[in-house]
């Protein structure tokens, strides 16, 4: 009774449809996500009381749960893209606040702070080359130049996420000292060696014989495919001066107009 309810209250408040960077074409043909846009409500001062909630805050899941609000369409979230979730983080926070974003900059050169505004309508989405893909799969083949070796790897999910991020965490509660970032999310983004999908395989290549330049050669083919939301900026300050790239992070800030980063 209390989903219906919930449910209820997203329907009464206006909505947007929200395409997705992947177009839905990695997720299979029966979920909802396969037809490649979200219906996403107006945010309200309930939404507010998510942002405000040190509880999540702490926790980490405060833009989760804000976002899981938002959608009306019924979908498991698990499994919908990292890519596709900025999308929509980005579609929330402009129908939340609108579509100017201030954040505060260090000049490169005078080491002045100064106040920027960024126009997030103007971020791209990276669409998925449907010439690499298999459609419904979340699967890619990838040869690793130096080791000359096969491999299949996919693109990471909110669900890949959070196992990622447990794991990481129990490793910190083994060893303070330990940054094993990288090679976990490897174990979690391949998916067989030259065939071989077995889970202890991929473990013992990538902590073994998983060398840098391969490892950097993935990281730049995933980068080439990878559909997402562009939110590298060319930031212009008072006296002209450029820098160019600048990546906006999407933090519990991103959603409070007037707090900057």
């Known amino acids: 009774m209390e989903n219906k309810t919930q449910e209820e209250h997203k329907v009464q408040f206006p909505s947007e449809e929200v395409t997705l960077p992947s177009q839905g074409l ?16 107006y945010m309200t001062a309930r ?30 979230y698990n499994p919908l893209l990292i890519g596709d979730k900025n999308a929509l983080l980005v579609a929330a926070r402009i129908l939340g606040y609108g579509s ?11 080491g002045e702070e100064e106040v920027i505004t960024v126009d997030l309508t103007e971020a791209e989405d ?9 459609e419904g799969k979340n699967n890619f083949d990838f040869t690793l ?6 491999i299949t790897f996919k693109l990471l999910t909110h669900g890949d996420e959070k196992n990622i991020q447990q794991e990481l965490k129990g490793l910190k509660k083994i060893n303070k000292q330990s940054s ?3 090679s ?7 998916t067989s060696i030259n065939g071989d999908a077995e889970k202890k395989t991929i473990r013992e290549f990538v902590d073994t014989k998983l060398l840098a330049r ?5 990281r730049n083919e995933m980068g080439k495919i990878t559909p997402d939301i562009d939110l590298k900026y060319n930031i212009e300050f008072e006296d002209g001066y450029i820098q160019e790239n600048v990546e906006i992070p999407i933090t519990v800030s991103f959603f409070w107009p007037d707090t900057g980063i």
């Open 26 to 41: 990695l997720y299979p043909k029966d979920s909802p996500l396969s037809k490649g846009f979200i219906q996403m409500k």
């Open 47 to 76: 939404e507010e009381d998510i942002l405000t909630n040190q509880n999540l805050i702490k926790k980490g899941t405060v833009v989760d749960r804000l976002l899981q609000s938002l959608i009306i369409d019924d979908i498991d």
């Open 126 to 134: 990276k669409l998925l080359d449907k010439k690499t893909i298999i």
């Open 100 to 110: 100017d974003y201030s954040l505060k900059m260090t000049h490169p050169e005078s």
């Open 180 to 182: 094993a970032d990288m």
């Open 184 to 190: 976990t999310r490897w174990k979690h983004i391949i």
């Open 145 to 150: 130049p130096s080791a000359n070796l096969p």
């Open 214 to 218: 391969d490892s950097r050669a993935l």
